[in-house]
């Protein structure tokens, strides 16, 4: 890995930024944190101070027009992220933007002309792309060990019942599918390495929230069917499972990956006691570390993100057409 570091701003001092990303993506060996904007200064000035950053920011822009910032990372609520992450393409900066990379496909193809117009490089923040769990469960499964993958089962739940909580503000882009179904449909585009062909899904929405509560979905892809269920109003849990014609493999903790334990994927010969189990952990990382540097040094070396914004369109796709066959009844086809 490079020994040069990549001045990195980020816009807003979202929960998830200030909590997670950023005293994570502090530790990576090729970059730094230079500064952080938010719209209101004092709260810019107390992050800032808290989390040892030099530089903060009373408004986006601000920031945006440092020029020594060199990569700007968006987890602005979701409606936001098209808007601000083309405007830092268009001052030239590099983008890590949380995902979903924005709640529309159309805008993502004209983020696309922008990144390439811009010369920058443009990655949707799916940071269990980039976790060693994952990459070994692709690696297995290319690998032939649970035979040919025919089957995938996914959970993704927790209970948020608070109406100003951002997740159950539809305007804002609440609501499950677009917080948390974004991961089994990503996931398993990953491990079956195709798209899906068509989808149906069966929806419930809050009676005073309008957003996406329960949902179920059934995915066809050319290799198999990828089933799974989301909630943001369930008992919290979440499982990835990946069934094969001989084995299948099962991820414990797929999507909120712990830092300080060891991450564990387990494979078996199925049946009720599920015969000769194999535990592999995996030595404790964290996920948004791992996902910084990777992507800095994409940027260092010239060379792809993980997570595209090809891929992110694809991803977005996918949602857009569940919520298309939650209004009509029936199986959507996946045209692109």
Known sequence: MSTRKIKWGIISTAKIGVEKVIPA??????????????RKEEEARSTANKLGIPRYYSNYEALLNDPDIEAVYNPLPNHMHYEWTKKAIEMGKHVLCEKPMTLDKQEIKELILLRDKYKVKVGEAFMVHTHPQWIDTVRRIKQGEIGKLRVVQGFFSYNNINPSNIRNILKYGGGAMWDIGCYPIHTSRFVFDEEPKRVISLIERHPEFGTDRLVSVIMEYPSGQCSFTVSTQLVPHQRMIFFGDQRKLEVEIPFNAPNDRNCRIYLDDGGLFQA???EIAFDICDQYRIQGEVFSEAVISNTEVPVSLEDAYKNVAVIEAIFESEKSGAWVILKE
Not at 25 to 38: D, H, P, R
């Open 25 to 38: 993506m502090q530790k990576g060996n090729n970059l730094e944190i230079v500064g952080i904007a938010s």
């Open 276 to 278: 000769n189990k194999k």
